[in-house]
């Protein structure tokens, strides 16, 4: 029904510096001036020209010229990211963008990856269709990559703006006890909301949005409590959990209004929930943001263990590793064109 209306509708200095033993503290502070200096004076032409440069494209959309229009997507998201991470780093330092290279690179791919995981779930769900998509299969492919590789970086840049501005600082509550056999019911639980998802689609396609947090946060409990939701809630502290979902939710009108305007871009078809929409999501699917936000902290925070790990490993078991990592994802692209895409 949805797509059949769809077609109706749309029928028409610093890396060259030395550190000799002697000059290590003149060298180390020239460093912290240089640095102090980007803060200060670096970011902000730098967030000036995202900011003007977005509005532009912007504005090319808007008057249809190519390729603003059909990516509108992209252009928006990657101007967006590096003016968010420069006020972040100009704030305090702290960038998922701007900080060390290659933990962006590394963001990314974990970025790439969690979302083709939500993307196999969706051959079974059909929640969500891709329409105006181009022909071209490397093109398509590699605007497959640049898209799907900016979820992680914002929601979780998004997070650290918020938290820069103190959003949910003072939010206490009461001590959750955590205890072993809690943490089986939360994994449990998690698979048993899964299990639904598959079984049920057409009625419990939303909770794929918590399965996963309760199948994660437990994981992440047992390799580090302090990062784990269970563990700051042993402590009464929520802001974490809350900022993230609020960076979610925020994350969540950007995306669908920047793909609104975009030529190739998704459109829904949820049960019982395709009326009230804003832009193409119905009102309600926008609650879907907020745990969405706790699933992609989780699953960096597991990832990025998993990098110090993978560093340390066999280079041939790197090798492999990359060698699946490719083939899941040209594998889930194919499946994209062949059961998400329309009238590619």
Not at 31 to 40: D, F, G, H, K
Not at 63 to 83: D, I, K, R, S
Not at 248 to 270: Q, R, T
Not at 309 to 325: E, G, K
């Amino acid at each position: 029904m949805v797509v059949d209306q769809w077609r109706n509708e749309n029928a028409a200095g610093v890396s060259s510096c030395r550190c000799d033993k002697g000059a290590e503290p003149k060298s180390i502070w020239h460093a912290v001036i240089i640095m102090n200096t980007l803060r200060e004076n670096g970011t902000g032409w730098l967030i000036g020209v995202g900011v003007l440069t977005h509005v532009i494209f912007l504005g090319l959309m808007l008057a249809h010229v190519e390729p603003f229009h059909t990516f509108f997507y992209l252009f928006a998201w990657w101007t967006y990211l590096p003016v968010i991470g420069a006020i972040n780093y100009r704030k305090s330092g702290r960038s998922y963008v701007f900080g060390d290279r290659w933990q962006f690179v590394w963001l990314c791919s974990c970025s790439l990856i969690v979302w083709l995981f939500f993307e196999i779930w969706n051959f079974r769900l059909g929640n969500w269709l891709y329409v105006g998509i181009i022909t071209d299969l490397g093109l398509r492919w590699t605007v497959y990559v640049l898209a799907f590789a900016t979820v992680l970086p914002a929601v979780l840049e998004t997070d650290l703006l918020f938290d820069h501005l103190g959003v949910a600082r003072r939010v206490r509550g009461l001590a959750f006890q955590v205890s072993t056999r809690w943490l089986g019911v939360s994994v449990i639980s998690g698979f048993v909301m899964m299990a639904l998802v598959v079984l049920l689609p057409r009625y419990c396609f939303p909770l794929i949005w918590v399965g996963i947090v309760l199948i994660l946060d437990p994981v992440l409990y047992r390799q580090d409590k302090d990062a784990s939701f269970l563990g700051q809630a042993s402590r009464g502290s929520y802001q974490r959990m809350i900022r993230l979902m609020l960076a979610g939710l925020s994350c969540g009108v950007l995306w669908e209004f920047w793909n609104y305007g975009s030529g190739a871009k998704w459109i829904y078809d949820i049960p019982f929930f395709d009326q009230w929409k804003v832009f193409e999501m119905p009102l309600p699917g926008f609650l879907g943001f907020m745990p969405f936000a706790l699933e992609c902290y989780l699953f960096w925070e597991l990832f990025r263990r998993a990098r110090k790990s993978l560093v340390l490993t066999d280079r041939r078991f790197q090798v492999l590793a990359l060698i699946a990592a490719i083939s899941y994802c040209a594998l889930t692209f194919y499946g994209i064109d062949v059961m998400t895409v329309i009238s590619l």
